[in-house]
């Protein structure tokens, strides 16, 4: 799967356990836009749900 930057960076967040509001505050976003990019990148990967997500991006080597 291939996620763009920014969807790598809000999965690392989720990764890190931040909620959208503080990821949001920490990268210049809205809310609703890192909810978007959450939502994009399970789509991306196939995954079932956010913790789906972040399991299958460190498989694929796509977070630190």
């Not at 909810?35 to 995954?47: F, Q």
């Not at 972040?54 to 694929?60: F, G, L, M, W």
Request: avoid cysteine.
């Amino acid at each position: 799967a291939s996620l763009t930057a920014r969807q790598r960076e809000v999965l690392d967040g989720v990764a890190r356990g931040l909620t959208d509001k503080e990821i949001a505050r920490t990268l210049g976003l809205s809310p609703r836009t890192v909810e978007m990019h959450v939502a994009r990148a399970i789509a991306a990967l196939g995954a079932r749900n956010r913790a789906d997500a972040v399991r299958r991006a460190h498989q694929d080597r796509l977070l630190p």
